[in-house]
């Protein structure tokens, strides 16, 4: 459980970097949940004021489907932080999986599945079940992993680019970590650029290109589907629960 958590907490800090989050010196575990309960809250201020879909960009809609919770997408992430790693995220409702792929590590999930979480890594066929989760899982809205966009992203145009892809640029502004003052300026070090390449009458990006810090990171996607089925854990039977292991 420790080793796949360590690997699902490493992406998390990876997506939070590109994310702006620029306050290193605090635990990975603690900014994370911070990061993702303020994201929480923000979901709900932005679902509390509608725009109309005639002026709705194609990042707002690709993030409505993301915020009904009832999707499931792959997408490929390469970044200077972490190098290469693949995400396949399904979400039906507060029910979810997330998996991490590598090479060194293989496939890892985390399944929450009617308040309880499972943890399974695959290398070597073990899992855990946690039946009284932290909050930060049973909460997690999974913004970090699907780049979908809430209040705090302000847009910054749109383009047609040569190959005929819709490009849009959202920007988000982070505090200095000295002083606390958020500078909204496009060219300040701690403000985070996304553009978002769609295809025309797509409901998802191909990919999206994130920036921060002199840093980069291009998550291609593989798949995507609106509207899935409950979420299910695969047939654990051949399996050994690390539980009784410890035992």
């Known amino acids: 459980m420790k080793k796949t958590i360590a690997m699902l907490c490493a992406l998390t ?14 635990d990975e575990s603690n900014v994370t949940k911070k990061n993702e ?64 792929f590598s090479d060194e590590e293989g496939q890892s999930d985390i399944y929450l599945i009617d308040g309880v979480l499972y943890t399974l890594t695959h290398i070597n066929k073990t899992y855990t079940k946690n039946e009284d989760p932290d909050a930060y899982y049973l909460k997690n809205d999974l913004q970090l992993y699907t780049m979908c966009i809430d209040k705090t992203f302000e847009f910054g145009g749109s383009e047609k680019t040569p190959d005929g892809m819709i490009c849009e640029t959202y920007y988000t502004y982070s505090p200095d970590p000295d002083t606390g003052e958020v500078v909204k300026d496009k060219d300040n070090f701690n403000t985070t650029c996304y553009k978002y390449y769609f295809k025309e009458g797509s409901d998802h990006p191909e990919k999206v290109e994130i920036a921060v810090m002199d840093m980069t990171m291009e998550n291609v996607f593989t798949d995507f589907k609106s509207g899935v089925d409950a979420i299910v854990l695969p047939d654990l039977k051949d399996w050994e629960d690390q539980a009784e292991a410890n035992d």
Not at 41 to 46: I, K, R, S
């Open 37 to 100: 309960s303020s994201a929480a809250v923000t979901t709900e201020a932005e679902d509390s004021e509608e725009t109309p879909d005639a002026e709705k960009t194609m990042t707002q809609k690709y993030s409505e489907i993301i915020k009904s919770r009832n999707f499931s997408m792959k997408v490929d992430m390469t970044s200077d932080f972490m190098g290469k790693a693949s995400v396949e995220i399904k979400c039906n409702g507060k029910d979810y999986c997330l998996s991490m």
């Open 13 to 26: 800090l990876s997506c939070m970097i590109f994310a702006g989050c620029s306050d290193k010196a605090q």
